[in-house]
């Protein structure tokens, strides 16, 4: 009697990339660690009246998942999501934006926590040991976003664009019933503007020599309903002139815009490519997926056929 083949069925659950295998392992040795040595907390976590002179933590912090839930959930996200991105991205970029977003997430918590206690004057915002991958987590919505945008999810029936504004606005929710808000809800937050910001004004193209994706479609204010854009629209700009003058300079001198005046070769184009190979990639996966399942299919019938 032979035993039945489960390799098809599993083809959702295959497919990860070496690399994202490799940070899985070190978000679950991470999780081990503070969880046999709890005191692995103070060295490696997010505290913000610690961080000079253990100045590291803002590096390690976003690699600590402290709750079993936060590891189960950061590990399936990065194994599923990354093997959409990463082999668009390559690994040498995927890689740079994973540790780009967790930096500056990380410095952005430890500015925003030094001000509220000067604000408050509450030792709680200097003490409270922060880490997780969810900055992360959300960062790769946004790379979604801006690859496949609209991109029909099949189960949520939404538009892949929509998937950060309403991981944001969900967990907005979520904080007024729980009382751990605190401690997850700003790393969504600047997790999912920084990763906006790297996309939108740093990421480097190979293939065209420039940088980041000014396109209208990945703008800002295409995070919110279409009906306060023209409310976001003139305070983003504001911040655009003030963090991003020198990024346009260069794209200008490259072949992006001049005046507001698009070249040719500029990146609506590269845009526009950049969603088709994200589409592709994403067709392929899945028919790879349902290949792998129909013959899983066919060798339980067979199987099932011998048996009898």
């Known amino acids: 009697m032979s035993t039945p083949s489960l390799s098809g069925g599993m083809g959702a659950f ?6 994202c295998k490799g940070l899985a392992v070190v978000l679950i040795g991470g999780h ?3 969880q046999l040595l709890p005191v692995a907390v103070t060295y490696l976590a997010l505290i913000p009246a610690r961080t000079i002179p253990f100045v590291w933590n803002l590096i390690t912090s976003g690699y600590i998942e402290q709750s079993i839930h936060g590891v189960v959930v950061s590990t399936l996200g990065l194994l599923f999501i990354g093997k959409l991105l990463e082999p668009v991205w390559g690994s040498r970029e995927f890689l740079k934006f994973i540790f780009v977003v967790n930096f500056l997430t990380s410095i952005c918590i430890f500015i925003t926590a030094i001000a509220l206690y000067y604000i408050t004057r509450k ?4 003490y409270m040991p922060l880490s997780g991958f969810h900055g992360v987590l959300s960062g790769f919505l946004v790379g979604i976003k801006q690859m496949i945008p609209d991109q029909e999810l099949p189960l949520l029936k939404i538009k892949a664009k929509w998937l950060p ?20 809800l700003p790393i969504l937050i600047f997790g999912t503007y920084m990763s906006w910001i790297y996309l939108r004004y740093w990421q480097r193209k190979p ?15 295409t995070f919110f309903p279409e009906f306060l854009r023209p409310v976001i629209d003139p305070v983003a700009s504001i911040f655009h002139r003030m963090l991003c003058g020198r990024y346009e300079a260069s794209n200008e001198s490259q072949g992006y815009t001049v005046g507001g005046t698009t070249l040719p070769g500029s990146d609506p184009i590269e845009a526009s ?3 088709e190979r994200g589409a592709r990639a994403l067709e392929e996966r899945l028919a790879a997926e349902r290949l792998g399942a129909a013959k899983g299919t066919e060798e339980l019938g067979r199987d099932a056929t011998e048996n009898v």
């Open 14 to 19: 295959s497919g990860f990339t070496r690399l």
């Open 32 to 34: 081990i660690v503070v």
């Open 123 to 126: 030792e709680t915002y200097l």
């Open 165 to 184: 504004s309403l991981s944001l606005l969900l967990s907005i929710a979520i904080s007024f019933w729980t009382a751990e808000s605190a401690t997850y």
């Open 207 to 221: 293939e065209t020599k420039l940088k980041g994706d000014p396109s209208e479609d990945f703008a800002f204010s």
């Open 273 to 275: 490519r950049r969603r």
